[in-house]
């Protein structure tokens, strides 16, 4: 009966690639109706031919894949390994994982990561707040509440991100950033304006100047067909929302494109081209790039963003960087009176010898 | 009508933190089939038990919600007016959270 009930509900209708097995999906970039077993094979050739036309990587290098446990980056981790095994690209794949310190969310999708790491058979490097900042993301919340919380983790965690992949000795460092995310994102600097990082999010890959360039195999990406990816291959992956982001602003963006998404698939990629074309005029004065006064790092004011947002929380202004206010830039020392310190010392030479990465997506 | 509902991408801490659930649901009148639409309406009052709007907008799922019946996508079999059958494995999958 339930062999009845399947083909029934198909109508008859085969895959449009193998035109023989029943299709399980409609690719929402082509509206084509197929099987599980050829949207595995188009989903990932896919992500191949984005690598070699972009020219992605070199044969040799090492690529550390920035891992968070959720379905984009372990879908990210498990295609790369596929693919450099299959089409010989030569790369050594590292898996690299921030612990910001957020108990019953970062501490469980760790674990995800360690499995992961036995799973896909990638050394993998777990970088802290604690261990760089002195702070764990629990006890800036403290601090600072629900309000400003997503602006220091994503600054801390960029930064993190780009220490740790030092640490791994990376060429590069690629993100699970997907489709949905980057029309997101462009739709979000359009909204604040932020014509600096409008056309640079859309990049395929940015910091190439830096120490550690960044790129996005999964630019052009579904979100929705990572999931299903996710899903059929029965992927070990953590999926659960942060406890301290249900405030962020970015959640409107992302409603906004998956309604997008249900009128129109093409929209999403409309939206990256637009990112992508972006073009500033050439009498727009751009933020110039310079270095960290105090750990060394690209940035665009005398004290890098993390810089500043750290000396707030250690002098106990932690408005710092937030606010308009001008950052006093002595660095000086830290209340002991802090409530949240629990009488734990951080040493200076943190400060001094934390690089700061730009603050782009 | 005997039904295995799966909630996964974060979707089952609406409902109790349970992934699998084995549910009986009938049709509104016994002539009546089962339809997407009417078992939607059951799922947000039996089973949902916080933030019903993480899983609905409107009288279907949230977009951003993938449904699969059979591991096909519910696109392909009718949406919301598919008719649903004794036994079918039906799946939700949140993609409204970070990767």
């Known amino acids: 009966m339930e062999e009845g009930t399947a083909s029934k509900r198909a109508a008859g209708r085969f895959c449009s690639i193998c035109t023989q097995r029943k299709p399980a999906l409609r690719r929402p970039k082509t509206l084509e109706q197929i099987c599980r077993e050829c949207f595995y094979a188009v989903f990932e050739e896919e992500i191949h031919n984005v690598i070699i036309k972009n020219h992605l990587f070199k044969a040799g290098e090492r690529i550390a894949v920035g891992a968070s446990g959720g379905k984009d980056s372990t879908v990210l981790a498990y295609v790369l390994s596929e693919l450099n095994r299959r089409h010989g690209y030569g790369l050594d794949l590292f898996l690299l994982s921030v612990d910001e310190g957020i108990t019953g969310y970062r501490d469980d999708s760790l674990e995800t990561v360690k499995r992961n790491e036995i799973q896909y058979g990638l050394p993998l490097k777990i970088v802290s707040y604690m261990d760089l900042y002195g702070w764990t993301m629990d006890e800036i919340v403290k601090v600072i509440g629900l309000k400003n919380n997503c602006t220091f983790c994503g600054v801390f965690r960029r930064q993190a991100l780009d220490r740790g992949a030092a640490f791994l000795k990376a060429d590069k460092l690629v993100t699970g950033h997907n489709a949905d995310d980057i029309a997101e994102t462009v739709l979000l600097n359009i909204l604040r304006g932020d014509i600096a990082r409008l056309s640079r999010c859309a990049y395929i890959m940015t910091g190439e100047d830096g120490p550690i360039p960044r790129c996005k195999p999964f630019k052009y990406t579904y979100e929705k067909e990572i999931d299903k990816y996710a899903y059929f291959k029965k992927l070990d992956y953590f999926s659960t929302e942060c406890i301290y982001s249900p405030n962020a602003y970015r959640g409107f963006a992302r409603e906004f494109i998956k309604d997008l998404e249900r009128i129109r698939p093409q929209a999403i990629l409309d939206i990256i081209r637009s990112g992508e074309n972006f073009r500033i005029s050439t009498t727009t004065r751009m933020p110039e790039q310079g270095i960290c006064e105090r750990c060394g790092y690209i940035s665009s004011q005398k004290l890098c963003k993390a810089c500043v947002l750290l000396e707030g929380l250690n002098r106990g202004l932690p408005k710092l960087g937030i606010s308009r206010i001008k950052a006093g830039n002595d660095g000086s020392g830290r209340p002991d009176e802090e409530p949240t310190r629990r009488g734990r010392e951080v040493e200076r030479p943190i400060l001094e010898s934390k690089p700061c990465g730009t603050l782009d997506f | ?99």
């Open chain 2, 1 to 99: 009508m005997h039904l295995t509902l799966e909630f996964g991408g974060g979707l089952d801490l609406l409902c109790q933190s349970v992934k699998i659930h084995q549910v009986d649901v009938a049709p509104k009148d016994e002539n009546a089939k089962l339809t997407m639409r009417d078992l939607l309406a059951w799922v947000r009052s039996s089973l949902i038990k916080e933030r019903p709007e993480m899983f609905m907008k409107g009288d279907t799922v949230r977009p951003g919600v993938l449904v699969l019946v059979n591991d096909c996508d519910w696109e392909l079999c009718g949406g919301i007016d598919m008719e649903l059958e004794e036994k079918d494995v039906v799946v939700f999958i949140s993609t409204l959270h970070g990767g």
